[in-house]
């Protein structure tokens, strides 16, 4: 027979719920921020290029740390 703690249940649908409740509310931030941004005559926004800029900041720490040694 499997027995199931009910306690522990209660306690991780309960922090479930509340992250899911974190997501809501950032998702729905984002929304407002969007449609505040669209008001305002924006139909696109032009992004950073994350990728290449980790890549070259993790090159230049790399070089420090060769640097140091």
């Not at 509310?25 to 669209?38: N, P, Q, T, V």
């Not at 008001?39 to 696109?44: F, I, P, V």
């Amino acid at each position: 027979m499997v027995l199931m703690n009910i306690e522990e249940n209660i306690k991780k649908m309960s922090e479930q719920v509340e992250k899911m409740q974190q997501d809501a509310l950032r998702l729905e931030g984002s929304i407002k921020m969007l449609m505040a941004l669209k008001e305002g005559g924006l139909k696109e926004v032009d992004l950073p290029d994350v990728k290449n800029e980790e890549s070259e900041e993790s090159e230049e720490n790399e070089e420090k740390v060769m640097e140091v040694k």
